[in-house]
């Protein structure tokens, strides 16, 4: 059973333009959303994480909006560059637990 | 400041052989989880370290098991190889038992046959 459930699974977006992943769990107990870009051949590294008090968090370029009452988050990555092609990863733990991770979403950003 | 390393970054191994993997945690930080990628998916969490124990654990056999040492690295064991444990696996670290802020390391590619 997927705790978070992630869409699209892939993204083909003009450099410039916005990307937009969304994310869904069921879980009320998760208290953390990081999401996570992972190159070919590479770890996951963490881009921005978001606590369920806020509803959007925004760092550079990547924003993070969240909807506690529809127990949705989603990430939007403003001017999208050929170097943000990638793999996004979202997840959700309860704080101090383990994380349950999306299925991932190729980002491909066409110059 | 070095981040999360692991090694091998490689590995072959042949079906119901053993491997260990390690992992040495970024620079203070303290809490050390692994987790099994498969190609094509999001990361399974395999268990979390925290004060050379385990204090945590997701679905996987017995044949997964694991340690960590008083400066915070961290081993994963895996007995009895299967060909589906092929996989990247990755150590995560983080401070304290909130597990905000986790850095991945670059993983290590274990190819089972």
């Known amino acids: 059973q997927q705790q978070v459930k992630q869409s699209p699974q892939s993204l083909i977006v003009q450099k410039g333009g916005i990307s937009i992943i969304n994310c869904a769990y069921e879980?009320?107990?998760?208290?953390?959303f990081p999401w996570y870009q992972q190159f070919p051949g590479k770890g996951p590294a963490l881009l921005i994480a978001?606590?369920?008090?806020?509803s959007e968090k925004k760092e550079g370029r990547f924003t993070i909006s969240f909807n506690k009452s529809a127990k949705q988050f989603s990430l939007h990555i403003m001017d999208s560059q050929p170097g943000d092609s990638a793999t996004y990863f979202c997840?959700?733990?309860?704080?101090?637990?383990?994380?349950?991770f999306g299925t991932g979403t190729s980002l491909t950003v066409i110059p | 400041d070095a981040g999360v390393t692991q090694s091998p970054t490689h590995l072959i191994k042949t079906r119901g052989q053993q491997v260990t993997l390690r992992c040495s945690p970024k620079s203070g930080h303290d809490t050390v989880s692994w987790y099994q990628q498969a190609l094509g998916q999001g990361p399974q969490f395999i268990f979390q370290y925290y004060e050379e124990e385990e204090r945590q654990r997701g679905n996987f056999p017995d044949r997964f098991s694991g340690h960590q040492f008083p400066n915070y690295s961290s081993e994963l064991n895996v007995n009895a190889l299967l060909l589906g444990d092929s996989a990247l696996y990755l150590c995560?670290?983080?401070?304290?038992?909130?597990?905000?802020?986790?850095?991945f390391g670059q993983g290590t590619r274990l190819t089972v046959v």
């Open positions: 879980n009320t107990a998760f208290d953390y």
């Open positions: 995560a670290s983080s401070f304290g038992t909130a597990n905000t802020e986790a850095f």
């Open positions: 997840a959700a733990s309860p704080l101090g637990n383990q994380f349950y």
């Open positions: 978001i606590r369920p008090d806020v």
